[in-house]
């Protein structure tokens, strides 16, 4: 059973930037293939950013491509979510989550066994 604890939320400004980390246990985290997704209220969950098992590849969701950039230490157990010119709209619970095998459909968050419990991003005008 992997375990996903979410940090690096906060408070921001329009423009600022902000990183998250999600730090794994429980498994050996290389054997994963990692994703992002985020939840405004009243609003689906979606899909920010996926990496591969080596950190080789990454996918983007569009609104977030070329601003947010993601990247894993698998000898840290961490992947990170680096978060530039944050936008009002970019407020959400941001949440991790692992995959044994790199999804067909990175997006599809039901391609993900084992998420983390959240970390609030709040990005205010």
């Known amino acids: 059973q992997v375990q996903l604890v979410e940090s690096g939320g906060g408070l921001v400004q329009a423009g600022d930037s902000l990183s998250l980390s999600c730090a794994g246990s429980g498994g050996t985290f290389s054997d994963y293939a990692m994703g992002w997704f985020r939840q405004a209220p009243g609003r689906e969950r979606e899909f920010v950013a996926a990496?591969?098992?080596?950190?080789?590849?990454?996918y983007y969701a569009g609104s977030t491509a070329g601003r947010f950039t993601i990247s894993r230490d698998n000898a840290k157990n961490t992947v990170y979510l680096q978060m530039n010119s944050l936008k009002p709209e970019d407020t959400a619970v941001y949440y991790c989550?692992?995959?044994?095998?790199?999804?067909?459909?990175?997006?599809?968050?039901?391609?993900?066994?084992?998420w983390g419990r959240g970390t609030q991003v709040t990005v205010s005008s």
């Open positions: 990496i591969s098992h080596s950190g080789g590849t990454t």
């Open positions: 989550a692992a995959a044994p095998a790199l999804p067909l459909r990175v997006g599809d968050g039901h391609e993900y066994d084992y």
